[in-house]
């Protein structure tokens, strides 16, 4: 219960930075379609800096053993989820922006501020392990879907900032290098901004929106309950059937970790990336502030779930 409240508590608190966002455009101050800018702000400087940021820890076989399972529970629910919401699709006729919220989690923006804020710093790593997963996804199969590509570039994936920012965090971490602590601390405090400038851009391009249209839209409702609902219960099940929590003492807050990145939101990243290669970002906003009014309740519902079951 105790986790559940904080979870509230820290939904909330981003919420409110959504609100700051609709407010600074309705005042006049900027235009929604200024979010375009600060969207790539956060894909390709913040985020870098928080997977660099989270891989400054230092190696012990415990550590190591943790990383491990992180990345096998982020693998496996990640390949399965997949397959299980393009079948969805199909069933529902969902379309690539209505796809893309469903199975892409806000774990990007929230699992960090979350993980921090309920179990410590310490355990953020562990939620980076799921969100470096994802970003592959991301910048794979979501880029492809989203921009209407009929084929994989693969330099391009491969020579994404964030993809190298894996590689860079997991080469440091593996070979046991920590850098600088005055540039160490410079890339926490660039990533400390991912939530609040996630949550700003989601404000500034619902401020553009007809809101009666799209509160009207049950749509949107439709996949805002696939997304908390269904996906989460779905996890849950997966993670229940692989027994991976059994396999250190530390695993339960490591799957703990996991599963509260499955259960976040859809993702603001697939509306910058509407943004970037002119999607539908309005609609993809939509979803994504439907589902975080949706996760205050949701999610904690959820972690009451996951500690009763697992």
């Not at 509230?8 to 407010?23: P, S």
């Not at 980076?128 to 330099?155: A, G, N, P, R």
Request: proline share 3%; net charge neutral; charged share 15%.
């Amino acid at each position: 219960m105790h986790i559940s409240i904080l979870l509230m508590e820290q939904i909330v608190e981003l919420f409110i930075m959504i609100l700051m966002g609709f407010i600074i455009v309705k005042a006049g101050i900027v235009k929604d379609e200024d979010s375009k800018v600060l969207s790539k702000v956060v894909l390709y400087l913040i985020i870098p800096c928080v997977i660099i940021n989270a891989f400054q820890v230092d190696y012990t076989s415990k550590t190591v053993k943790g990383l491990l399972i992180a990345l096998t529970a982020s693998v496996i629910l990640q390949v399965v989820l997949l397959v299980i919401i393009s079948i969805m699709g199909r069933l529902f006729h969902l379309n690539e922006v209505e796809i893309a919220s469903v199975y892409y989690s806000n774990s990007g923006n929230l699992i960090v501020p979350i993980v921090t804020f309920i179990l410590g710093q310490e355990w953020v790593l562990y939620g980076c392990v799921f969100m470096s997963v994802q970003l592959i996804f991301l910048w794979t199969h979501c880029k492809k879907i989203i921009s209407c590509e009929s084929s994989y570039d693969w330099k391009k994936i491969v020579l994404n900032i964030n993809m190298i920012s894996i590689a860079i965090g997991v080469i440091l971490f593996f070979t046991r290098i920590r850098l600088p602590l005055i540039v160490n601390n410079t890339i926490a405090s660039v990533g400390n901004m991912i939530g609040p400038a996630s949550m700003i851009v989601t404000g500034m391009l619902f401020a553009g929106m007809d809101l009666k249209k799209i509160f009207a839209d049950r749509r949107v409702y439709f996949v805002s309950f696939l997304r908390m609902i269904v996906v989460p219960l779905i996890a849950l099940l997966l993670i229940k059937i692989s027994h991976l929590e059994c396999v250190s003492a530390d695993a339960p807050k490591i799957m703990l970790i996991v599963f509260l990145a499955v259960i976040t939101p859809s993702a603001s990243t697939v509306t910058q990336m509407c943004q970037v290669y002119d999607n539908d970002s309005r609609y993809a906003s939509a979803i994504n502030v439907v589902t975080t009014i949706c996760a205050i309740v949701t999610m904690p519902v959820m972690v009451l779930l996951f500690e009763n079951v697992i």
